[in-house]
């Protein structure tokens, strides 16, 4: 079970008591990342996250905060997503207020030194070079700027290397004040617990200044756009991303999606695995995905296909997603709510994970729901409400983003395309 309360400065407390471990996390999640930007500041959550590991007045070099961390042996680490920043500590039960001392000096106390944010543009800078040069992780970035175009949802969560390179010391800190204070952020600490963990968490994220609600991200309406995306390489593999309009987090229908996703890409047992992979060799990796943002969602086919074989793989995997809406047996079903149940499982002996579940949903959802009401979701999923789901979704138009080689007006007509 959890405990949940409002500190007194307004922050919200989860607490995650496990049994039998001797490990405690300690994750605080700000409800800010890159749809919160604008062309010209794009990239200022990501950069914000760096800066916290660079220097604090407690602990001014980015040594001496490492040096602490290593020093009761904790796994700790930072990320930046679309709608949420988050950093933890990860460490022996016994270290869990020194953990979030250190947490909340790096977070509350980053110094934000001109020296330093020259420094980390430069190496955001490379971030984004990496990621071009990779196309299997280009491929992902460029379906989210299709999908979502004319939106902050589909800006590149690190930047491009023109906004990074603008953003200026008064920038983070007005963004920083904007977002980073207690009515727009959650602590979670999970593991082995003490009594006390809501006075550590008055002690070390007091949280003085600004209460106000923060300002809402511009919400997404989907609108005619392009259907297709290409970055023409010449590759012998094709990464493509094929992707339709999903469900929102507080949709009543998102865990059966998520077995519908389960079933399509989720294992090796897996339609599009099957199909792709292991009948055609048509692919080295091929996965479904049932994402989820707070007011909409996009189902995507990850794959690297055979460049020469490519409008065969898009064919086979439209067909699959089609059938989904006909043709599913009891068997494939049982199987992909084992999957999911079994990938909870596994997370709940973890008190990272616990504290990721928890905080992610008491952060971005209406309602926030333990373990065992969130395998009870999933049972309850029967063959009739996935062909109603797929309908949904798959009904929707498709989009297609690749990084590789590809004729656009073939692609369209795969996708249903004019």
Same mark, same amino acid.
């Given at each position: 079970?959890?405990?949940?309360?409002?500190?007194?400065?307004?922050?919200?407390?989860v607490e995650?008591?496990?049994?039998?471990?001797?490990t405690a996390?300690s994750?605080?999640?700000f *409800?800010?990342g890159?749809?919160?930007?604008?062309?010209?500041?794009?990239?200022?959550?990501?950069?914000?996250? @760096?800066? =916290?590991?660079k /220097?604090t007045?407690?602990?001014?070099k980015?040594?001496?905060?490492?040096?602490?961390?290593?020093?009761?042996?904790?796994?700790?680490?930072?990320?930046t997503?679309?709608?949420?920043?988050?950093?933890?500590?990860?460490s &022996?039960s016994? @270290?869990?207020? %020194?953990g979030?001392?250190?947490?909340?000096?790096?977070v509350l106390?980053?110094? !934000?030194?001109e %020296?330093?944010?020259a420094? $980390? #543009?430069?190496?955001?800078?490379?971030?984004? &070079?990496?990621?071009?040069d990779?196309?299997i992780?280009? =491929?992902? !970035?460029?379906? $989210?700027?299709?999908?979502?175009?004319g939106n902050p949802?589909?800006?590149?969560? =690190?930047?491009?290397?023109?906004?990074?390179?603008?953003?200026?010391?008064g920038?983070?800190?007005?963004f920083?004040? $904007?977002?980073?204070?207690? &009515?727009?952020?959650?602590?979670?600490?999970? *593991?082995?617990?003490?009594?006390?963990?809501?006075?550590l968490?008055?002690?070390?994220?007091?949280f003085?200044?600004?209460?106000?609600?923060?300002?809402?991200?511009?919400?997404?309406?989907?609108?005619? %756009?392009?259907?297709?995306?290409?970055?023409?390489?010449?590759?012998? #593999?094709? @990464?493509? &991303?094929l992707?339709?309009?999903?469900?929102?987090?507080?949709d009543?229908? #998102?865990?059966?999606?998520?077995?519908?996703g389960?079933?399509? /890409?989720?294992?090796?047992?897996?339609?599009?695995?099957?199909?792709?992979?292991?009948k055609?060799?048509?692919?080295?990796?091929i996965?479904a995905?049932? *994402?989820?943002?707070?007011?909409? /969602?996009?189902?995507?086919?990850? +794959?690297?296909?055979?460049? +020469?074989?490519l409008? $065969?793989?898009?064919?086979?995997? !439209?067909d699959?997603?089609?059938?989904?809406?006909?043709?599913?047996?009891?068997?494939?079903?049982?199987?992909?709510?084992?999957i999911?149940?079994? =990938? !909870?499982a596994?997370?709940?002996?973890?008190?990272?994970?616990?504290a990721?579940?928890f *905080?992610? #949903?008491?952060?971005?959802?209406?309602?926030?729901?333990?373990?065992?009401?969130?395998?009870?979701?999933i049972d309850?999923?029967?063959?009739?409400?996935?062909?109603?789901?797929a309908?949904?979704?798959?009904?929707?138009?498709?989009?297609?983003?690749?990084?590789?080689?590809?004729?656009?007006?073939?692609?369209?007509?795969?996708?249903? /395309?004019?």
């Open positions: 079970m959890f405990k949940k309360k409002i500190l007194k400065n307004g922050l919200r407390l995650v008591p496990m049994q039998g471990v001797d996390t994750l605080v999640i *409800g800010v890159s749809r919160h930007e604008n062309k010209k500041n794009n990239g200022i959550s990501h950069l914000i996250e @760096h800066l =916290a590991f /220097g007045k407690k602990r001014p980015a040594f001496s905060i490492a040096k602490d961390f290593d020093s009761i042996g904790a796994d700790y680490n930072a990320f997503s679309e709608e949420y920043t988050g950093y933890f500590i990860k &022996r016994a @270290h869990l207020e %020194k979030l001392e250190l947490l909340s000096d790096m106390n980053s110094l !934000m030194r %020296k330093n944010i420094e $980390e #543009q430069k190496v955001i800078v490379e971030e984004i &070079r990496m990621k071009h990779t196309p992780r280009y =491929a992902d !970035m460029i379906i $989210e700027n299709l999908l979502y175009q949802l589909g800006y590149p969560i =690190a930047g491009t290397e023109v906004s990074v390179k603008g953003i200026k010391r920038d983070i800190l007005s920083c004040g $904007e977002y980073y204070h207690s &009515r727009n952020s959650v602590l979670v600490v999970a *593991g082995k617990l003490p009594k006390d963990v809501d006075n968490a008055l002690k070390y994220f007091p003085s200044g600004r209460i106000n609600e923060p300002k809402k991200p511009e919400p997404f309406i989907e609108k005619s %756009k392009a259907k297709i995306l290409i970055d023409q390489r010449k590759t012998k #593999q094709s @990464h493509l &991303r992707a339709s309009f999903g469900l929102n987090l507080d009543k229908d #998102q865990y059966i999606y998520e077995v519908l389960a079933i399509l /890409g989720g294992s090796m047992s897996s339609r599009l695995f099957r199909e792709i992979r292991e055609r060799s048509l692919a080295y990796y996965n995905d049932a *994402g989820s943002y707070t007011d909409t /969602g996009g189902f995507i086919v990850r +794959a690297g296909v055979n460049t +020469a074989r409008e $065969e793989s898009i064919k086979v995997i !439209m699959e997603l089609y059938k989904t809406t006909k043709a599913i047996n009891d068997e494939e079903v049982s199987r992909a709510k084992e999911l149940k079994g =990938a !909870m596994l997370e709940k002996e973890d008190s990272y994970e616990l990721w579940l *905080g992610h #949903q008491e952060l971005l959802q209406k309602e926030t729901l333990n373990y065992e009401q969130i395998i009870k979701k309850s999923t029967d063959i009739s409400d996935i062909k109603r789901v309908k949904k979704i798959f009904g929707n138009e498709f989009y297609l983003a690749l990084v590789g080689q590809g004729k656009e007006e073939k692609l369209l007509k795969l996708i249903g /395309g004019q």
